[in-house]
């Protein structure tokens, strides 16, 4: 697990031009893991429930063709690594009975591993429910 940077006011490439503080990191997410199947390649490599992906293998935001693209991913990766970037919201910071507590990010890169399926199919399964992000009932 490489950490990339830490806290809402950082970001990977440090950009002086935009104020990160007034930014959402998750921004540039594009899908968020809900579920997770514990000796997975997803739990394996680091992966945990909340994380919001901005990188998976090659696809991120602008380049998303849709999940089954990323299933597509999956099933050909049996025992390869997959490179991913995920933001992990870890804390909240300060007093919680007040404004002034900050929730804490974390960027980070990853490796998944499918394991290998012993379905018909025998391609990858991650072991993890990945849905695009926002989800409908995070919309505002």
Request: glycine share 10%; with cysteine; charged share 25%.
């Amino acid at each position: 697990m490489n950490a990339l940077s830490m806290n809402n006011n950082n970001n990977q490439n440090n950009n002086n031009n935009s104020n990160d503080m007034d930014r959402d990191p998750f921004d540039d997410g594009f899908l968020i893991c809900t579920q997770l199947v514990k000796t997975g390649g997803a739990d394996q490599g680091g992966l945990q429930v909340g994380d919001v992906f901005v990188e998976f293998g090659h696809y991120s935001k602008k380049r998303f063709p849709g999940l089954k693209s990323i299933a597509n991913l999956v099933r050909r990766s049996a025992g390869k690594e997959i490179p991913v970037v995920v933001w992990r919201k870890l804390e909240q910071m300060g007093n919680m009975d007040d404004d002034a507590g900050r929730t804490v990010f974390q960027k980070l890169a990853l490796k998944l591993k499918p394991l290998q399926s012993h379905d018909a199919d025998g391609g990858g399964v991650l072991g993890a429910v990945i849905n695009t992000y926002p989800l409908p009932e995070m919309k505002n």
